[in-house]
């Protein structure tokens, strides 16, 4: 497995593949929100497995946290600790513009995955694109 973060258009495109098959196909999420306003403010990573995109995320400063976002992994790829690995990917991006704490929005299916990175949850059950989140921080 390879970890790149994102610094040229085509690998931009293998992230929104990613997370077209994952967010659009599999959890069908519309697709006309799939893809939005803060792209370009983000940082992307892509994980690729013998050059194919498997999994993706980005991170982005919010009111002086570090926001990941769209973190997915391909069904196909679940089982090889990809997840951690695009946690760990981000939050070292997080650190090296100085942010030292994290939050996201987790789909509630996913919340013992994040608790297991160090997140906690600070919100109620909310829905977004129709599919229960809870926010989640780390320190």
Excluded: W
Aim: contains cysteine; proline residues 3%; charged residues 35%.
């Amino acid at each position: 497995m390879e970890v790149k973060v994102v610094s040229t258009e085509q690998e931009l495109k293998d992230a929104y593949k990613v997370r077209m098959d994952v967010f659009v196909v599999e959890q069908k999420v519309p697709e006309e929100i799939e893809i939005d306003e803060f792209e370009n403010e983000a940082k992307h990573i892509v994980i690729y497995d013998e050059k194919k995109p498997v999994a993706t995320g980005r991170i982005r400063e919010v009111d002086g946290y570090g926001k990941l976002e769209r973190i997915c992994v391909l069904k196909s790829h679940r089982k090889y600790g990809l997840g951690k690995m695009i946690m760990d990917n981000l939050e070292m991006i997080g650190h090296d513009i100085g942010l030292k704490q994290f939050k996201l929005n987790a789909q509630t299916q996913a919340e013992p995955f994040y608790e297991k990175q160090g997140y906690h949850t600070v919100s109620g059950e909310f829905l977004d694109a129709n599919i229960p989140h809870v926010t989640m921080v780390k320190k």
